[in-house]
């Protein structure tokens, strides 16, 4: 909610000074990213340590976030935006409930997820200097299916976090921040995948 309401507000209200932003500041957004995953880092190691101070991090991350999203937003135009996030929601949905409510382990999907994500990565950084849209649209399609995983296995795992920090009087407030972490992941990774093969139409 925090991102979104920013991503909008930074898009059209403060449209201006946006772009101004990005005229000026050539080199701001690398920052803000730079920024977002020093966060991320942050929240996933001390979580479970520092709860309170992990709250008030993920809100941090969530507005900075909004943000960045803003750039997207500008980028592709409402309508691109509106329709990847109708896709996203139903994906995200749709995993969530197959995560929650599956009997089958998820853990093999998830290690392959993650090494996939790797490939992903990687595979990103070669196509910005080779510069194929077809390779782009494959990265795309994977991505949304990784994240897809992603987001099973991640509903999936929130009852092991609950019942771990149960078992090692951990903080529940810890475990709370650590999984809306992951899950918030999740879904952005989902919409900005989806907003690019929406794009391209």
Request: hydrophobic residues 55%.
């Amino acid at each position: 909610m925090v991102s979104s309401v920013t991503a909008y507000a930074v898009s059209t209200i403060f449209y201006e000074q946006m772009a101004s932003f990005l005229t000026n500041v050539p080199y701001g957004f690398g920052v803000l990213w730079i920024i977002e995953i020093a966060l991320v880092l942050f929240l996933g190691f001390k979580s479970f340590t520092k709860p309170v101070m992990a709250t008030g991090g993920f809100i941090l991350y969530s507005l900075i976030n909004g943000i960045t999203l803003s750039y997207t937003m500008m980028y592709y135009g409402i309508e691109t935006m509106g329709q990847a996030f109708l896709a996203a929601s139903a994906t995200f949905a749709a995993m969530a409930i197959f995560g929650s409510r599956t009997k089958q382990d998820l853990s093999p999907l998830g290690r392959a997820a993650y090494i996939a994500l790797i490939g992903i990565i990687i595979s990103a950084i070669i196509n910005f200097f080779v510069g194929s849209s077809a390779f782009d649209f494959f990265i795309t399609s994977l991505t949304i299916l990784v994240f897809a995983g992603l987001t099973a296995y991640d509903h999936q795992m929130i009852k092991v976090y609950y019942h771990n920090a149960q078992q090692n009087q951990q903080s529940l407030a810890g475990v709370a921040v650590f999984c809306a972490l992951q899950l918030y992941m999740d879904f952005i990774n989902l919409l900005i995948a989806f907003a690019r093969i929406f794009g391209k139409d």
